[in-house]
């Protein structure tokens, strides 16, 4: 009786190794993007965590120099500025979570951050007393969590820095231009690091990405300033 089993021949066996010598490299660049993807989602969420309590702590700063002001002395620049119609909504709910949203694979990805420029205009003196007092928070925040920081005011002036640019704009940004008028942003960044060069097994010597997070800070319809972080995967 003759054996029934199928034997392939030896062409399709050398095809089917073939095969999966040309998908294991495929496989692992999709792997590999997916993890890529899961890590930028992890720095985007530690990014609105720290966002949202110091955007409330800046809030709060400027509100208690607001209050304690006389009327007459009250100008419109310490009003700030108006939230666009349609992102007025989103603050009426008292709980409005903000889930991350960055996907690798889909978010298109921007040319690194323009340089801060000078500003046009004086910031907004209630945002520089609120900036002093928090800029040893952020330092110390930074320490830790090794994000930068950034607080701005309703114009874009930086009036605290875990880092550089105080007293300069960043108006011309787009995460900053959005945060101003009301939007909550998260964008991807090309990398491109000016510091020392991390440690040979530093998981971020190979990072290509910056994650950037801007927070609006929001008092009754406007926005008096924002909070800005940015972080590697």
């Known amino acids: 009786m003759k054996n029934s089993r199928y034997r392939p021949r030896l062409q399709t066996l050398l095809l089917m190794v073939n095969l999966l010598v040309l998908l294991l490299p495929l496989g692992g660049i999709a792997i590999l993007r997916l993890y890529e993807s899961e890590l930028v989602r992890q720095t985007e969420s530690a990014l609105i965590s720290q966002g949202a309590l110091l955007e409330a702590m800046f809030r709060q700063e400027m509100l208690r120099q607001f209050q304690s002001m006389t ?11 108006p939230v666009l119609p349609h992102l ?23 040319r690194p ?19 002093e007092r928090l800029t040893p928070v952020i330092i110390s925040a930074k320490r830790i ?18 880092g550089t640019e105080l007293g300069l704009s960043l108006a011309n940004r787009e995460e900053v231009k959005r945060a101003l008028q009301g939007e909550h942003v998260s964008l991807l960044r090309q990398r ?28 009754e319809g406007r926005v008096l300033g924002a909070v800005v972080l940015s972080q590697s995967p």
């Open 71 to 81: 009327n007459e002395k009250r100008t419109p620049l310490h009003f700030g500025n």
């Open 88 to 110: 007025l909504q989103q603050y009426e709910n008292p709980l409005t979570p903000i889930p991350p949203r960055l996907d690798v694979a889909k978010e298109a990805i921007r």
């Open 113 to 131: 951050a323009v340089e801060a420029a000078a500003p046009s205009s004086s910031p907004n003196p209630l945002a520089v007393v609120a900036g």
């Open 145 to 162: 969590t090794l994000a930068g920081i950034r607080l701005v005011d309703h114009q874009g002036i930086v009036v605290a820095t875990s």
């Open 192 to 219: 491109i690091s000016d510091g020392p060069r991390p440690a040979f097994d530093s998981i971020s010597r190979r990072a290509r990405l910056r994650v950037f997070v801007a927070f609006p800070v929001i008092d």
